[in-house]
T-cell receptor, first 114, second 113 residues
Framework: NAGVTQTPKFQVLKTGQSMTLQCAQD?????MYWYRQDPGMGLRLIYY???????DKGEVPNGYNVSRLNKREFSLRLESAAPSQTSVYFC?????????????FGPGTRLTVL | GENVEQHPSTLSVQEGDSAVIKCTYS??????FPWYKQELGKGPQLIID?????GEKKDQRIAVTLNKTAKHFSLHITETQPEDSAVYFC????????????FGDGTTLTVKP
């Protein structure tokens, strides 16, 4: 099992460009999450999907959109990137139906917006 | 919403000593408290967790204690080793609600050989 995979690993964007971060899990988990991690600020929830077909806003959703493509895949889109979105982005999944137990994290995407 | 405070932000210990990291939470409804370890360049990984119906849990050199009344929980690492050096995050969650998981800001633990 690969667990949670994320692509790309690194990305540099110019202000105003768009991009999509991809995430996939092979553990048959119902719930998936997108977090951002900034220095000294821990992990902040951007969006989550409690189950296939549903998505909800987290703590910091502004400037982002998500798509739960199927049970395995959950993508995060930046429509018009801003320097404030420079961060490390982590995707995670959990297996308790519609809930949060242990979360399994991907390796992260390091995004720089110039 | 839930607010989680984690202390200290950095901790340096000698190999073989113990390390303690503390977290407080604000929402008395939270009932699941995991601890994650994040090594450099990697995603966080669960090392131990505790549910609100348990006061203490131990796994080899790692233990977690929970005081529901005071709304705080702690991570204890005994006989520290250099490979314990990492960033540790606590979290407070509500089982059954995928959006109710709040993380602390992290503690950078350095174990000196």
């Amino acid at each position: 099992n690969a667990g949670v995979t994320q692509t790309p690993k690194f990305q540099v964007l110019k202000t105003g460009q768009s991009m999509t971060l991809q995430c996939a899990q092979d553990m048959n988990h119902n719930s998936m999450y997108w977090y951002r991690q900034d220095p000294g600020m821990g992990l902040r929830l951007i969006y989550y999907s409690a189950s296939e077909g549903t998505t909800d806003k987290g703590e910091v959703p502004n400037g982002y959109n998500v798509s739960r493509l199927n049970k395995r895949e959950f993508s995060l889109r930046l429509e018009s990137a801003a320097p404030s979105q420079t961060s490390v982005y982590f995707c995670a999944s959990s297996g308790i139906a519609s809930g949060v137990g242990e979360q399994f994290f991907g390796p992260g995407t390091r995004l720089t917006v110039l | 919403g839930e607010n989680v405070e984690q202390h200290p932000s950095t901790l340096s210990v000698q190999e073989g000593d113990s390390a303690v990291i503390k977290c407080t939470y604000s929402d008395s409804a939270s009932n699941y408290f995991p601890w994650y370890k994040q090594e450099l360049g990697k995603g966080p990984q669960l090392i131990i967790d505790i549910r609100s119906n348990v006061g203490e849990k131990k796994d080899q050199r790692i233990a977690v204690t929970l005081n529901k009344t005071a709304k705080h929980f702690s991570l204890h690492i005994t006989e520290t080793q250099p490979e314990d050096s990492a960033v540790y995050f606590c979290a407070a969650s509500l089982l059954g609600n995928a959006g109710k998981s709040t993380f602390g800001d992290g503690t950078t633990l350095t174990v000196k050989p």
